[in-house]
Every structure is written in structure tokens, then in C-alpha cells.
């Protein structure tokens, strides 16, 4: 089955400590996105890259980074300089930037010790 | 810049029908997408709006008038099962801007 995994599920972090959360994704997109959710709050984009070796900065970028190594997968590193990390966060890929469908992972959820 | 408008929180009657609105400010607008997503679980794309006019998908349909900036989702026939949050997203030729989200209750 296509489709997109994250990893893991939970994570816990401690302070000054930098994480990295897993997205892959077997759909053969090209573009790939990271989403930070807050309670009642909506999708924010963190950040996003549109082909392998090439990403840009979204919305929230301060506090994150990323690589786009690979078409198939787009890890997001969280370091201790987000001072606020604990959320929910979500990768999304799309067959384009552009496109108006994006297909999410399950999700990870983030918690700070 | 852009911004999107759409109600917190909206409560229902199971069988009835229900209306999610979303009014949008955005330059290169091309269409509007709905998405669904169920406490802790991942948004999944619902429709895609890019002329005017009406969309239907099975109990679900979604409207969009480019000259008033404003869309909406139409529920009917409402099951538990569609308490959930919306969010409707404008697509531009760069990501999608999501909107803030609609939590909407489905009571019996």
C-alpha cells in the first residue's frame, strides 16, 4: 500500500536536546511538507521542499531544520532552540508544490520533559 | 499576505444538514480545498473547488464564489461519525494556507 509513515508516534524531549522525527513516503511525490498543529489551532508549515536536495523555509522555520536527501523521505530536526516544541506535528506530500491534494502521515506527537 | 476566515466551532443534529463557511484574502488564488480530520488522526483531503459553483461527493458538497472570496462545505444527512474538524486550505502555486478549522459536533 502507498502512503506516508512518520515515526514514532510519541516522542519526548528533553530540555536542550535536539530530535528528529522520520517522514517516508512511498507515493513517488516530489514534494514533501512539515506541519506544526497546536491545540484549535490549524496547520502551520514549518517547512517544505518541492524536489530532493532542495527545501524552503515555511511560516515557523525558526527552531527547525531539514534535509531532502532522498525523494522518499524528509526528516525534521527539532533543536533546542524551539523553545515551545510541544505539539503535534504532520508530514504531507503532494505530487506537486502547488497541488490542492496533499496526503498526510499519521502524525507525532512531541512532549517536552 | 493571506488569511483565511472560517467559524471555531459549530454543533449539529444527527440527520441534518450543516454548513462550514470560509471567506479568504489571498493574491493567485486558484482554488479552495476541504480537508477532515478526526481527533489525533491526519487530515484527509475531502474536495477541491476551482470554478464557481457547486461540487458534490456524496453527502458532501462544496461551494465557491471566486468574486465574493467565500466558500463553504455542506454536511447533510449527518452521522456521528463526521464530528471532526475542517479546514479549508486556498491552493496558490506554492503550498497550500490552510485555514484555522472548524470543529464541528454531531449530537444526537
Known amino acids: 500500500d502507498g502512503g506516508i509513515t512518520q515515526s514514532p508516534k510519541y516522542l519526548f524531549r528533553k530540555e536542550g536536546q535536539n530530535v528528529t522525527l522520520s517522514c517516508e513516503q512511498n507515493l513517488n511525490h516530489d514534494a514533501m511538507y512539515w506541519y506544526r498543529q497546536d491545540p484549535g489551532q490549524g496547520l502551520r508549515l514549518i517547512y517544505y521542499s518541492q524536489i530532493v536536495n532542495d527545501f524552503q523555509k515555511g511560516d515557523i522555520a525558526e527552531g527547525y531544520s531539514v534535509s531532502r536527501e532522498k525523494k522518499e523521505s524528509f526528516p525534521l530536526t527539532v533543536t533546542s532552540a524551539q523553545k515551545n516544541p510541544t505539539a503535534f506535528y504532520l508530514c504531507?506530500?503532494?505530487?506537486?508544490?502547488?497541488?490542492?491534494?496533499?496526503?498526510f502521515g499519521p502524525g507525532t506527537r512531541l512532549l517536552v520533559l | 499576505g493571506q488569511s483565511l476566515e472560517q467559524p471555531s466551532e459549530v454543533t449539529a443534529v444527527e440527520g441534518a444538514i450543516v454548513q462550514i463557511n470560509c471567506t479568504y484574502q489571498t493574491s493567485g488564488f486558484y482554488g479552495l480545498s476541504w480537508y477532515q480530520q478526526h481527533d489525533g488522526g491526519a487530515p484527509t483531503f475531502l474536495s477541491y473547488?476551482?470554478?464557481?459553483g457547486l461540487e458534490e461527493t456524496g453527502r458532501f458538497s462544496s461551494f465557491l464564489s471566486r468574486s465574493d472570496s467565500y466558500g463553504y462545505l455542506l454536511l447533510q444527512e449527518l452521522q456521528m461519525k463526521d464530528s471532526a474538524s475542517y479546514f479549508c486550505a486556498v491552493k496558490r502555486n506554492t503550498p497550500l494556507v490552510f485555514g484555522k478549522g472548524t470543529r464541528l459536533s454531531v449530537i444526537a
Open positions: 504531507a506530500s503532494s505530487i506537486g508544490t502547488g497541488e490542492e491534494t496533499q496526503y
Open positions: 473547488n476551482a470554478l464557481d
